[in-house]
Structures are given as structure tokens and as C-alpha cells.
């Protein structure tokens, strides 16, 4: 069979929001991938979804999915505190792996992942979707070419802010709700030293497990990345000091009844920034927004950035038109058949696990 005409036979673990508003929907119109089972430990809700998406093999749970020879490879979006369970139970069986954030709610868990993926053989995504955004990838490459040259001066500086907001911004997607009651997630995985304020946690960890993945990302940073000072309330809103491959950053959370989303990244050199505004998630076929400033000479020191033109440009990320959670989706089964590395990698989604970790201790002085 020639490379074209290599397909992945995926099946996809949890019928819930995620999957129907989101996953189902890509993974059932991507080339290269036939969407050929569902598991939902819910039945009536899992029968009403793989109808709708005709897929079809339904099973009762994510389990059944893995034992399936047929099946090369498995998405998964659960309960945070279940999906890294159910993730590792599918790479012990040698699926390939697609998985949600966060990845699991301890490094412990994390490493038992990353044994599984070892010992199975299946390779393991994390579904980092802001770093499949056209607009981010923008920034990275940006953020790289000021660095390789020096045209802008040193890298000073890194802001990542996030008030949350509607993430949803009214978007008419359907979905099947269940009066089945949701399975209860198991709390075996959490951290030795987490013994109160759970909840909290996760729901920190769930949230801004994005915006240091993606700062790491725009640095190319991989493990070089230590918390420094965390000034954190009980729901989480507060700022985080870290450094990154060397650079200082700020992780600054909150919440803000705001009708749109209010997440972005903002990166400082000497000589100007480059500023990442991200979209509420579900609008499809939008990109992050992207800003470049220069300075140029003559405002603090006239001569650092000789004969530059003080500049702002907006420049639109290519492709235009098009939505961070379906490239990822293609990546996956691109990469899959290309047997070439994913761009969030589980092994390095690790650092972030270990991250919010040392934010919590801090946190609770524990
Ligand atoms: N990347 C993002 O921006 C983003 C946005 C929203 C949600 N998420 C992630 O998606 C995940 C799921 O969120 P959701 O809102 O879809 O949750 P959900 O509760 O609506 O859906 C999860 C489904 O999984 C099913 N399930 C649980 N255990 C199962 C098992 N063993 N086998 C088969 N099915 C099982 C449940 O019955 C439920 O229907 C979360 O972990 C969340 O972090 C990510």
C-alpha cells in the first residue's frame, strides 16, 4: 500500500461536550482517518452520538475500544481526573494515543502514562491546540528569527494573561446531553501532598496548563523551566513568576464576566513585541490575532536600533480561515503515518505537569 493510501482506523473514547462541539466533528472529515468506534460508558448518550456521526462500532467502554485489534489508534476526552487512566490504559494495549489536557493531575500519574506509551509502544499527543494555531505559530517563528539575529535586541521578557471569559461566544453546536449520570472519576492519581483543595487544583491546572504549554512553546523551551514566586487566592487568580530557557515570565489568571475570550501572550525584546490575541475557542476557521511592534532609534537610546522605522504591522497568519483544534486533529493522523514526532509530544508535557505541581505546593506551603 503506498504512503497515500495509508488510513488510521481511530476510535474515540467519551461521547461528551468536547467530542461533539469539537473532535467528532474533525476527526469524521479528515483525510487519511476513518472515525471507526465510540466509547461512551454512558449507552443511550453514546447510541445518540455515534449515530449522529455514523460510527460504526459502539462500545461500552474505553477498554473494549483498546481490545480491539482493528483499532490503530485512540482520541480520548474525559473527565480530568480519568482521561490519563484511560490513556494509559490504551497505550498498554499499543494504541496511539490523542489525548486532552491536562495529561494527568500528578507527575506520578504522568510517568505511569509515559511507562505505558514505553512499554505498549503507542505514541502519545497531547491536545495543546493553541500550538496548531496559525497565529501562534506566527509568533514562534517570529519570536525566533529576533533571536537567531539580534535584530530587536535581547529577549527580556514574556506575559501570558488569562481572565477566561465565554470561551463558547453563543456558537451553535449541537449537543446531546445525558441524564445518565457521569461515571466518578477515581482520586488515586492526585499528588501525595494534595490533601485539601482539590477541586481548586484541578480546575487551575485544567485551565492555564495551556498558557505556560504555550509559552514554552513560543521559547522553544523543553524541561529548562522552574517556578519563582506564586502569589495565588483560592480560585486561582493571582500571578505566577517563572523562568523559562532563561527568560523571566509572568503568568497572570482571574476571571472576568467577559463576552468574548480574554487570553493573550505578549513577548518583550529591547527593541519592540510581539503580541498573540487568542479567539474564543469554538469559533471555527478563526486564528489568533497577531501584533509586531519595532521601536526604532532615538527613544531611550538613539543609538541601539539605528535607521529603524518605528513600526506596528497585524500581519494574518496563513492559513487564513482556518482553526487551531481541526490542525491538530490533522496533525495527529499526519504525523501518525509520517511516523514523524507530534509538536506536543506527551514525554514533553511532563515539564507542565511538574509546573503546576510546584505552583500548588507553593501555593499551600506544603
Ligand atoms: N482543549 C481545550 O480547550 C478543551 C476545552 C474543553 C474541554 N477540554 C477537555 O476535554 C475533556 C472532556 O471535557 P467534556 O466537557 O467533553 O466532558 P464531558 O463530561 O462532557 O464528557 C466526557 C465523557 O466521557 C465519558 N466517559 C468517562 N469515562 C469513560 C470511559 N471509561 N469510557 C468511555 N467513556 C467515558 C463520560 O460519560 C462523558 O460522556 C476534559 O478533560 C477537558 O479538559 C479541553
Given at each position: ?18 467530542a ?27 447510541r ?31 473527565p ?30 504522568a ?12 505514541r ?144 518583550y525584546?529591547?527593541g ?15 486564528t ?30 496563513e ?5 487551531a ?20 509530544e ?21
Amino acid at each position: 500500500m503506498s504512503a497515500a493510501e495509508r488510513r488510521i482506523r481511530l476510535g474515540y473514547v467519551g461521547a461528551g461536550r468536547q467530542a461533539q462541539q469539537v473532535h467528532l466533528p474533525n476527526f469524521a472529515s479528515i483525510e487519511g482517518c476513518d472515525l471507526a468506534g465510540l466509547a461512551e460508558v454512558r449507552p443511550s448518550l453514546g447510541r445518540e452520538v455515534a449515530d449522529r456521526f455514523r460510527i460504526p462500532e459502539l462500545y461500552p467502554d474505553h477498554r473494549a475500544l483498546a481490545a480491539d485489534r482493528r483499532i490503530d489508534a485512540i482520541a480520548v476526552s474525559a473527565p480530568f481526573e480519568l482521561q490519563g487512566e484511560i490513556a494509559r490504559d490504551c497505550l498498554e494495549r499499543g494504541k496511539h494515543v490523542f489525548m486532552e489536557k491536562p495529561m494527568a493531575i500528578s507527575l506520578a500519574q504522568a510517568d505511569r502514562i509515559l511507562d505505558a506509551s514505553r512499554r505498549g509502544g503507542g505514541r502519545l499527543m497531547i491536545a495543546y491546540m493553541k500550538r496548531y494555531d496559525a497565529g501562534n505559530i506566527l509568533v514562534r517563528d517570529v519570536v525566533r528569527q529576533w533571536r537567531r539575529s539580534g535584530e530587536a535586541g535581547a529577549l527580556r521578557y514574556v506575559r501570558a494573561h488569562g481572565f477566561r471569559g465565554d470561551f463558547q461566544v453563543g456558537v451553535d453546536a449541537i449537543v446531546s446531553r445525558s441524564a445518565e449520570a457521569p461515571p466518578l472519576a477515581p482520586n488515586t492519581n492526585f499528588p501525595e501532598w494534595l490533601t485539601r483543595d482539590r477541586t481548586a487544583y484541578v480546575d487551575y491546572l485544567q485551565q492555564y496548563t495551556h498558557n505556560i504549554n504555550l509559552v514554552r512553546y513560543f521559547l522553544d523551551a523543553a524541561g529548562d523551566a522552574q517556578i519563582e514566586h506564586v502569589d495565588l487566592d483560592d480560585d486561582g487568580s493571582g500571578i505566577v513568576i517563572l523562568r523559562v530557557a532563561g527568560v523571566r515570565c509572568v503568568l497572570e489568571t482571574g476571571r472576568l464576566a467577559y463576552h468574548r475570550w480574554d487570553e493573550h501572550v505578549q513577548v518583550y525584546f529591547d527593541g519592540g513585541w510581539i503580541l498573540t490575541w487568542a479567539p474564543p475557542l469554538l469559533v471555527r476557521n478563526t486564528t489568533a490575532e497577531v501584533e509586531i511592534y519595532r521601536g526604532g532609534a532615538g527613544v531611550l537610546d538613539s543609538t541601539r536600533f539605528p535607521g529603524v522605522q518605528h513600526s506596528v504591522s497585524r500581519p494574518i497568519p496563513e492559513p487564513r480561515g482556518s482553526w487551531a483544534y481541526r490542525r491538530e486533529a490533522e496533525h495527529f493522523i499526519e504525523r501518525l503515518l509520517s511516523g514523524e514526532p507530534f509538536d506536543s509530544e506527551g514525554a514533553d508535557t511532563r515539564t507542565d505537569v511538574r509546573l503546576f505541581e510546584e505552583i500548588y505546593r507553593r501555593r499551600l506551603g506544603v
